[in-house]
Each structure stands twice: as structure tokens, then as C-alpha cells.
């Protein structure tokens, strides 16, 4: 290829590439080239077939089930199955993660790889071997350590190392950062390219254009199951990238508002809440916050910082034990025990674990819709299914679900609809306050910018809106208010006006201090 | 992106095939009961010369099938819920054996007999759903030991003897029959109108879903199907009703059944406290973050169990005339496997109540027939275990194609 003036090879070409399910076209004739040595990116909405495309390369959808060519190193690609993909050196670290919890970190690098002879696992070699590649990706924990107690960061990076036990050429990460924070992020994103010095091909995924345009060579958008382009990630910019992933041009990226901020609608003073196993770990620790009407209310924090722990205990003390404190709502106290009365109070809490809190996956969109107030769409307990079919098709429409039909079980969806999904299920339960735990996870930009028109729109209404995030720059985009949150306790409140992420820094930094200091005194 | 919204492209209006396929599950398994009675129809026939679809026979289907669809029902709702109940089979037992004392040691009547029996059904089945719902004790276990506590019990108050006979009245639970209120007898009419009504209801009620749902704008199963499946269905109910009433009536167990399973069948599909069951079984937390206070659902599928247990206990006591110390014994076993060949899940969340009374009618068909065909008693539990595993196996094809 000497004419192209680089010494680039092509390792993968993905050619005219369809796949069907029952009624939906996830990929229409998709054509992917990916350079050896590369990191390339896929952008792409929620839904558009960036995971599909990329179960196609992994074997998840065998040989058969799609139609389209692949070539692989000079060769026809033809995977059964996973294992297939994995000897070729293709591994996939997929949206979700997939290690056991209860294992430990050496357990699972090997799961289904054991370092064994005859099926007697050699414990010595493995762990050796475990602490080797732990370096590699610039952890130190021991292998012994079970996968629950560590980190969504520290896990995602396991997922790495488990990927570089394998022996891998062509590394697809989907979404890697989606759950992960900050400091988190930009850690994986250099092992990407420490990796990428050491010859490992990679794809990555993801809705985070600044990351994208950190690491990646090329950029390849898919849109609507098909290839709008492949272009140079130094020679463009983010707005031609929206621009072709959306397919028109976005001005902003927080829609406008004029704010119409009215008198106090949520007040919670001195919440304590203690952790449900640990009995002596305080993890709030007085907290006190308020949420006006017309409001939109941030709570900024690190990972771990206890935001979601606090909302969950709130909306009907679903986490933690010994909750106490008080909540009052429209000047009245509440009771929000238990769900049920929270819900009833005026409460609405959209969690950020939308696949194991927030939706029945093996039930259709329009089920999960009504789930939280199935009195919305009956009468005497009876249920009028029409009635139901008729709201479902209206959030259908109103939030853009992509999907065929409102009876598509949830658990068929991409990402970015489940999370729409979660949300219509709580619109139609008409709250007072809602209160969004990482709302735009995984999200893609234009779908960001209808949640941010929706949150817009229910303050535009009176209620109030609280939104944990851990993206600061959403956060300043579109909060009225930000309180800063750090280990269980809230450290700060900036307005509008004075927030910043130097700001929002200092406060988490400080509020660590102060803690050290009393740690010293005490 | 709002003006790509319908991006993916989807599939317009559903052909016939498409519809078919996506119902297989629920279609299946009627045309496996289907085959199963023309199956042994042939068979019979040929083999025995005898005729399988007579009317005693199918009123002999029903007498000794009726307990087993009265506790799928319930059944149901406690996987769907996502948990188990293996003590049916002794709650049969120990309360056809109160039964027993009641009527014939106490002569208590037995319009006072009944609604104690159910009570004492609801206190079982609530003892355990207790522990399971608020205590967090698997069902598993709980019901293994109400399994043994209550056949313990049975055997005690029967002091290991039979009780019995009962008096007219309670029998009548069992044996009786629906008397003609035309007089006539041969053919009984009251039991041809009865059927006929029903099945005329049945019809009427999904051309209004039908003609509701278009109302809405909702795409709608092919007309062909419709029509196709309400007479295929009404056909074999009037067949059924007509044979019915050329031999005795309808018997009373039939129309419990009736009454029951459509009470189940609304409850599920139509009312909330159904609709939160299955979501409870699909996710639980989820459902509790929703709202639904899920243990008290839990526990209501428990006392619900108990009261249909203690129906069955009544029916099989009255059928053999007397309380045994073994009677029920097994039952469990019969009740779970028709609710999985009916499709429902191990895992919870999934299952329908039809389903559970085709998947026991599947059994009681096998039974009846293999019996008929004079089929030893061990080929008949080899044959039914096989017929589970299949059932189940074309389920987890099905997902995974
Ligand atoms: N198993 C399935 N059955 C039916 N439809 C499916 C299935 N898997 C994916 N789809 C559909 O295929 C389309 C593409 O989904 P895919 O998961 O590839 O999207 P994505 O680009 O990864 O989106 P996201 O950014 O939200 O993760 C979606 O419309 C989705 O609903
Ligand atoms: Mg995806």
C-alpha cells in the first residue's frame, strides 16, 4: 500500500453487512475498514446497530444469521460462536459487564480459559500470571480479591485484562466509559493507546465525543443501520460528527430556557442514613437540600460520593437502614417510607441501573411504561389495555423510542431506549419531583438533547427536577443549582452563576480535607 | 432526530405467517392437545374398539382431571411470582381429611363444611407464605416442610384410617351433576344451552377486544385467524357440551372449572394486582421501585394456593367417598408439570393461565388414554416425564432461535 504514502494494512473489512430480527432491521448493508494498528471509533445514535454491528465481528451472531461479508486478516471470516472470534484474537468487552462478582479477579481473568492440565487448574501459574497482566493495565489489587468489592473503573479495566489474557489482535470495547467517572476514564483511555503502541488493533464505541477524538485514528458513523462515513478523527470536528450522526445540524447542545423559579416544592433536612450490612458506616450524613418549583437542581460528586444512596433513600427509604430525617413536599410533610407512599407524595426516582432496577426486560415496552401507575389506565383494578397501548405509542412518540412495536419485550432495545423507556415510565406516573440518577448514560446527542427538552419542560410545568450526574459539564449546562456532594456528606451549594468544574473540584477536595483534619483530631 | 424517528425500519402490517410465528408458543401447545386427542382417538379405536371421545369418557376426563387444573390455576400465579409450592399435594390430604371429620364425625352440613375447608386452606397456604413473603425463606423449603408437617397431620387426624362415606350432599361437590331444568333429559338442554351461551360469549367478547382495539388504531391479528380460531374453539366446546349432555349433564366439577378458570384468566391478564404478579417475577427490585409492594403479593399467591389446595382436597375426597391418609400424595408433581408443559417459566415472570389448564389437559388426556389402552403404570410416569422435558426443550428452542 505503498501508494496511500502508509504502512498501514488493512486488518478488518466488513462488507455490505445486514441483520435482521423480527421486525426491525438493525444493520442495512454496512461497510467497515479497520487499519491494522488503529484505534478506530463507531458513533453512532441509540439504536443505530453499533453493538449489532459489532456481535456480527464477535461471533455472538454466528455465520448464517447475517448477510455480508467479512475479511479478517486476508481470510473469510466465518464464526460459530464466541470461541471462534476469540481464536482468531478478536475479543469483545461488551456494553454491559460480564464478570461474576462472586469470583475472584484471578477466577475470572481465566473463566473459560483455565491455565489447567487435564482440568486441574494450576492456582500458582494463574495468580502469577493474574498479577502480571493487573500491571499491564495499571492495577494492584490482589488476585485473590473477590470482583464485587472493586470499582465500576477498576472492573472495566479487569474486563481489559481479561481481554489481553486471551492473546487479543483486534480489541472491541462497547461503551467502556459509559459508567465510569472522570479520572476513571481518561486512565482506560491511555491504556488504550499504551496498548495500541504495543500492535492491538482496538474499536471503540462510545457517546463520548471528546474521548473519541482523544484516542481514536479513524471514525466510522453508522446511522439508521447503515455507513454514512468513514473519515480521519484529526481532520474533523465534533459538529461534523454530530452533524452525521443526527443528520442535521445542532446548534446547541443544552436546549434554551428562561427559568421560572417559584417558592420551595421538596425540602429534605438532616438525613442520616446508615449502609444495610455495615452497621457502624454512616453513608449520609446530614444532609439537607431543597428543590424549588420551575427548579432543576444538580447534585455533583465522585463515584461513591453517596448521591445515588441518597436519593434511593428518599424514594421509600430503598436503601440503607436506620434512614431517618424529614421530607416535606408543597409545604406539607411527606411520608415516603415506602415506595408506594413516595410515589404518592409526588416523588419519582429514575435509577441509573435501568437494566436490574429499572426495567422488567422480559416484558414489553408498553408494560414497563405503566408499571408505576397502573391506576393511570384502569378503573376498580381492572385494566383497560387500550387505554394502556394508547399512553405507551403516545411516549413512543413523544421520546422518540426506536422500535418497532410498544410489545418489543424491553430487553430487546438498545441502551439509549431502555433508558427512554425507564423515563416514560415515570412521566406517566405524573411526579411532583423527579429525581434523574445519571439520566444521560449511555446516551447518545441528540437523544441528550430531548431528555435535556423533557427535564426543560417539566420545570417549565412547576415541578421540580434533581439530576445526579457524574459529567460536570451537563451538570453546568443544565442545573439552576448544583450542590456538591462527598462521602455522605454535602459540602457545598453553587448557583448558577458562580458554578464551575474548578469550582465543583474544590468543594469535593475540600470536603476530603475536612475530614482528614477531624480524622486527625479524633 | 425527530424527524427519523421511524429510522429502523420496521415491518408494516403482520402477515399470516409472522402472526402464527409469533404466537407458536400459545398455539402449540393447543394443537398438541389437539393431536393428542386424535391421537389416542385412532387408537383406541383401532387397538380397543373403543370409543375415546364418548360421552362418558369425556365426562370421566373431567371428574378425574378437575383437581389438577383447580391447583394449576393457582400454581400459575406462585411460579409466575417466582417461587414454588410443593405441599399442594398434602394440603389435599389433610383438608379432605378436616372435611371428613367435619361431615361425618361431626354431621356438620355441608353448606357449613365448605367455606371452613377453603378458610382452613387460606390459614396453610398463608402459614407458609408468610415465611416465604416477609421472611425471605426460600419456597422451596418452606413448602418441602408444610409438605411433611401437613401429611404428618393428615395421617393423625386419620389416625392412619379411611373416613367415610360421605352424605349425598358433599358428594355432590364431586359426582353431581347440573340437573336439566327443561325436563327432558336425553339430551340434557339445559346443558346444550349453557354451552352454546358460552360459547357464543366467547366469540363476542374477542370481537369486541377486536373491534376496540381498532378503535385505538392497533394493528390487529389477520380477520382469518380470528375467525379461524373462534370456530376451531367453539366447534370442540359445543362437541364437548353436546357429548356432555347425551350422557348425564354437565357435572358441577366442570362448571367450578369453568368459573374458575375465567375468573383466573381476567385476573391475570385484565386486572393490576395480576399484572404486578408477573412483574414481580420478572424483576423483582425493579418492581419494588415501581411501587408494588411485592411480599404482600407473594403472599397473597400463597393463601390463594391454599384455598384452591383445599378445593381439590375437597373434590378428590368426595370423588373416592372417603379421607385416606395418602390421598394427594404425588399431586404437586402433577399440578408443577402441567404449569410448565403450559409454558411457563422456572424463573418466574412468564406464564398464562390457559396455558396451565392446556398443559393439565394434556396430562389428563395422556392418563386417561394410556390407561384405556391398558399402558402399565411405569410406562405411563416414563412416557409423562418425557413429555415434560420435551415441552420444556421446544420452550428453550423457541428463545433461542
Ligand atoms: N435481540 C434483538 N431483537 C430485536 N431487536 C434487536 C435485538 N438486538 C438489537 N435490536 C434492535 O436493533 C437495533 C440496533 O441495536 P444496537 O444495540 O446495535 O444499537 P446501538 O447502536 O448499540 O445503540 P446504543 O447506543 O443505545 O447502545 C435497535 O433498534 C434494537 O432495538
Ligand atoms: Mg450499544
Known sequence: MVFRGERMTTLLEMRGISKVFPGVRALDNVNLTVEAGEIHAICGENGAGKSTLMKVLSGVYPHGSYEGEIVYDGATLACRNIRDSEEKGIIIIHQELALVPLLSIAENLFLGNEIAKGGVINWPEAYQKTEALLKKVGLSEPPATKVEKLGVGKQQLIEIAKALAKDVRLLILDEPTAALQENDSQKLLDLMLELQNQGVTQIIISHKLNEISRVADRITIIRDGGTVSTLKASEISEERIIRDMVGRDMAHRYPERVPKIGEVLLEVRDWNVWHPEQKQRQMIKGAAFNVRRGEIVGIAGLMGAGRTELAMSIFGHSYGRDVSGSVTIGGKPADTSTVARAIDAGLAYVTEDRKSLGLILEEPIVRNITLANLFGVSKNGVLNHHREQKVAEDYRRALAIRTPSVFQKAVNLSGGNQQKVVLSKWLFADPQVLILDEPTRGIDVGAKFEIYGIMNDLAAQGRGVVMISSEMPELLGMCDRIYVMNEGRIVGELSKAEASQEKIMALILKGSEVKVEQGMVA | ?401
Not at chain 2, 394440603?91 to 371428613?100: D, E, F, H, M, R
Open chain 2, 1 to 401: 432526530m425527530t424527524a427519523e424517528t421511524s429510522g429502523t425500519p420496521a415491518v408494516g402490517g403482520k402477515s399470516l405467517g409472522a402472526h402464527i410465528g409469533g404466537h407458536l408458543r400459545e398455539n402449540g401447545m393447543l394443537m398438541a392437545l389437539v393431536a393428542i386427542v386424535a391421537f389416542f382417538t385412532v387408537v383406541v379405536r383401532v387397538a380397543d374398539n373403543v370409543d375415546f371421545l364418548s360421552a362418558q369418557n369425556i365426562t370421566n376426563l373431567f371428574l378425574q382431571n378437575s383437581y389438577v387444573i383447580i391447583m394449576a390455576l393457582g400454581m400459575l400465579l406462585v411460579i409466575v411470582a417466582g417461587h414454588i409450592d410443593l405441599s399442594v399435594g398434602s394440603v389435599v390430604g389433610l383438608t379432605g381429611s378436616i372435611a371428613a371429620v367435619l361431615t361425618v364425625k361431626l354431621g356438620w352440613p355441608a353448606l357449613a363444611v365448605v367455606p371452613t375447608v377453603l378458610l382452613t386452606g387460606l390459614l396453610f397456604g398463608a402459614a407458609q407464605g408468610y415465611w416465604v413473603a416477609f421472611w425471605r425463606v426460600p419456597s422451596f423449603i418452606v413448602t418441602l416442610s408444610g409438605m411433611l408437617v401437613f401429611r404428618g397431620l393428615t395421617r393423625w387426624i386419620l389416625n392412619g384410617q379411611n373416613i367415610g362415606p360421605f352424605p349425598k350432599s358433599f358428594q355432590s361437590l364431586s359426582t353431581g351433576f347440573i340437573p336439566d331444568a327443561f325436563g327432558i333429559n336425553q339430551p340434557n338442554i339445559t346443558a346444550i344451552v349453557l354451552v352454546a351461551l358460552s360459547a357464543a360469549l366467547m366469540v363476542w367478547l374477542g370481537w369486541r377486544a377486536r373491534a376496540r382495539g381498532a378503535e385505538f388504531g392497533i394493528v390487529q391479528e389477520p380477520l382469518g385467524v380470528f375467525w379461524a380460531r373462534s370456530l376451531i374453539i367453539s366447534a370442540a366446546v359445543i362437541f364437548v357440551g353436546y357429548k356432555l349432555a347425551s350422557f348425564r349433564g354437565l357435572p358441577n366439577v366442570l362448571i367450578i372449572l369453568a368459573v374458575l378458570t375465567s375468573v383466573f384468566v381476567f385476573f391475570t391478564e385484565n386486572m393490576t394486582p395480576g399484572r404486578r404478579i408477573y412483574a414481580l417475577g420478572g424483576n423483582e427490585k425493579a418492581a419494588k421501585l415501581s411501587g408494588i409492594k411485592t411480599n404482600w403479593l407473594v403472599f397473597f399467591t400463597f393463601c390463594n394456593m391454599g384455598v384452591l389446595a383445599a378445593l381439590a382436597g375437597m373434590i378428590v375426597a368426595a370423588r373416592l367417598n372417603s379421607a385416606t391418609p395418602g390421598a394427594g400424595t404425588g399431586f404437586e408433581l402433577d399440578v408443577i408439570a402441567a404449569v410448565f408443559i403450559g409454558g411457563a417459566s422456572m424463573s418466574g415472570g412468564v406464564g398464562k393461565i390457559l396455558g396451565a389448564v392446556v398443559g393439565a389437559l394434556i396430562l389428563g388426556v395422556m392418563n386417561n388414554g394410556m390407561s384405556i389402552m391398558g399402558i402399565g403404570i411405569d410406562y405411563q410416569q416414563v412416557i409423562k416425564g418425557l413429555v415434560l422435558l420435551l415441552a420444556v426443550i421446544f420452550d428453550v428452542y423457541n428463545k433461542s432461535r
